[in-house]
Nanobody
Framework: QVQLEEQGGGLVQPGDSLKLSCTISGRTFETLAMGWFRQVPGKEREFVARYRRGGGSRWYSDSVRGRFTMTGSSDKHKVFLQMNMLEPEDTAVYYC????????????????WGQGTQVTVSS
C-alpha cells in the first residue's frame, strides 16, 4: 500500500521561496509516476508539476514554469517541490499524488494522494 505525506507548507510573503516535500511509503518513485497538484476552495484541483517513473523528465503547468522545480531524493522515497518567486495566486492546498501508470497532468488518473499541505502567500 502506497502512502504519501506532504510537509513544508506555511505562510510566506510574495517573492519568497518555500520547499515542499512528499514522503513515499510502501514503494518508491522508481515504479510510480509522481505529481503535484493544488486546490483553492471552490475551484477544481489544478495540475502543478509531474515526474515520470524513475525520475528524470518533468513537466510543469504554464503558471509555475520557471518558478517551481520538482526533484526527487537519491533513495527515491521523496519528491520535492521548490517554489520560488511565490505570488498570492499560488495560495492553495498542495497535494502530492502517485500513480502506477505513466505520469499525467490529469488528477483523476492518480491512484494515491497525500492529505495536502497549506501554502499561503500574503503580505
Amino acid at each position: 500500500q502506497v502512502q504519501l505525506e506532504e510537509q513544508g507548507g506555511g505562510l510566506v510573503q510574495p517573492g519568497d521561496s518555500l520547499k515542499l516535500s512528499c514522503t513515499i511509503s510502501g514503494r518508491t518513485f522508481e515504479t510510480l509516476a509522481m505529481g503535484w497538484f493544488r486546490q483553492v476552495p471552490g475551484k477544481e484541483r489544478e495540475f502543478v508539476a509531474r515526474y515520470r517513473r524513475g525520475g528524470g523528465s518533468r513537466w510543469y503547468s504554464d503558471s509555475v514554469r520557471g518558478r517551481f522545480t520538482m526533484t526527487g531524493s537519491s533513495d527515491k522515497h521523496k519528491v520535492f517541490l521548490q517554489m520560488n518567486m511565490l505570488e498570492p495566486e499560488d495560495t492553495a492546498v498542495y497535494y502530492c499524488a502517485a500513480r502506477d501508470g505513466p505520469s499525467s497532468a490529469y488528477g483523476p488518473a492518480y491512484d494515491y494522494w497525500g492529505q495536502g499541505t497549506q501554502v499561503t502567500v500574503s503580505s
